[in-house]
Nanobody, 123 residues
Framework: QVQLVESGGGLVQAGGSLRLSCAAS????????MGWFRQAPGQEREFVAT????????RYADSVKGRFTISRDNGKNTVYLQMNGLKPEDTAVYYC????????????????WGQGTQVTVSS
C-alpha cells in the first residue's frame, strides 16, 4: 500500500513563502502523476498543481499560477510545492495525491491521498 506523508505547513504572513513536501513510499513512484489540492473550511477540495511522472509537464490552477511551483525528486520519492507570495486566501489544508491519470486536474482522478498539512496565511 502506497503512503503519502505531507510536511512543511505552518503559519506565515502575507507575502511570505512556504515549501511543502510529500514523501511517497511507492517503489513505482515515477509511474504516478502527483498533485496538490487544498481545502478551506466550508469549501470543496480544489486543484492546485500537478506534475507528470517524469516531471516533464506541469499544470497549475489560475489562482496560483506564477506564485506556486510544483516539482519532484524521483530519487527521493518526493514531490514539492514551493509557495511564494502567499495570500490570506491561500489558507487551507493542503493535500498531496497520486494518480495514474493522464490529465490530473480533478480530485476524482486521484486514488491515493495524504493526510494533509495546514497552511495559514495571516494578513
Amino acid at each position: 500500500q502506497v503512503q503519502l506523508v505531507e510536511s512543511g505547513g505552518g503559519l506565515v504572513q502575507a507575502g511570505g513563502s512556504l515549501r511543502l513536501s510529500c514523501a511517497a513510499s511507492a517503489r513505482t513512484f515515477t509511474t504516478y502523476r502527483m498533485g496538490w489540492f487544498r481545502q478551506a473550511p466550508g469549501q470543496e477540495r480544489e486543484f492546485v498543481a500537478t506534475i507528470s511522472g517524469l516531471g516533464l509537464s506541469t499544470r497549475y490552477a489560475d489562482s496560483v499560477k506564477g506564485r506556486f511551483t510544483i516539482s519532484r525528486d524521483n530519487g527521493k520519492n518526493t514531490v514539492y510545492l514551493q509557495m511564494n507570495g502567499l495570500k490570506p486566501e491561500d489558507t487551507a489544508v493542503y493535500y498531496c495525491a497520486a494518480s495514474r491519470a493522464t490529465v490530473g486536474v480533478t480530485a476524482p482522478e486521484y486514488e491515493l491521498w495524504g493526510q494533509g498539512t495546514q497552511v495559514t496565511v495571516s494578513s
